[in-house]
């Protein structure tokens, strides 16, 4: 009688189980679980204070850096000061990771190896930089210069902090910068068209910063 009612109390245990299990509730219990776990990949935090990790930033493709960027504010002219890394994040586009790793990461071009820009205020509303690059003889060029300003974007009209190549070198070209997170930036760089407007952004990000400014090379 004792093992009648022990498998009886069993089999009804194990059916409130598998009803609780199959729930609705259940699954969004599982769901929320799993959300709020840590993820295990999320192993490079970009700064103590910030909430962006080097996987989440390198998980962006063009369109959503670009989108992005647009939603964000301006950089402030006093906070970047110092050298910064570069990454140009294109997840998921073979097409475009292809083309960056050409024209962006071969130490054996004439540009070299990208390892970022560098930024030193001046006033409060301008100031300078420059890009680096490594070669494959472990050489790192300081070049590429530009001076910085605050003032609308060239895209959106929206407030930026403005990289104008032109000042220095025979170019359109012009770099913008806002801001994601504590140490993080997400950048756009335009050129002039024929018709008088500005092409496609390009885009990037920087991390920084990694070390104090140098200065471009004469």
């Given at each position: ?48 204070k910030g909430t962006?990790?080097?996987e989440r930033l ?10 992005l960027w647009k ?148």
């Amino acid at each position: 009688m004792r093992l009648h009612r022990f498998l009886v109390l069993a089999a009804v245990a194990l059916l409130t189980l598998a009803f609780v299990a199959c729930s609705p509730q259940a699954e969004a219990t599982d769901a929320d679980v799993v959300a709020e776990a840590p993820s295990e990949d999320a192993s490079f935090p970009l700064s103590a204070k910030g909430t962006w990790t080097m996987e989440r930033l390198l998980a962006l493709d063009h369109e959503s850096t670009v989108a992005l960027w647009k939603a964000l504010p301006a950089a402030d002219m006093a906070e970047l000061d110092g050298h910064y890394q570069g990454i140009v994040p294109n997840a998921g586009d073979a097409e475009r990771q292809a083309r960056t790793s050409g024209f962006m990461y071969d130490e054996g071009s004439v540009r070299g190896y990208w390892l970022g820009k560098a930024y030193r205020p001046l006033t409060e509303t301008e100031g300078e930089g420059y890009n680096r690059w490594r070669f494959a003889d472990r050489t790192i060029v300081r070049n590429g210069r530009f001076a910085t300003r605050m003032g609308p974007s060239l895209i959106d009209g929206q407030p930026s902090y403005i990289m104008d190549y032109g000042a220095f070198n025979d170019t359109t070209l012009v770099d913008e910068i806002r801001k994601l997170d504590e140490g993080v930036y997400l950048g756009v760089g335009t050129t002039a068209t024929e018709d008088g407007g500005r092409s496609a952004p390009g885009h990037f990000a920087l991390v920084g910063p990694t070390d104090e400014w140098i200065g471009a090379e004469e």
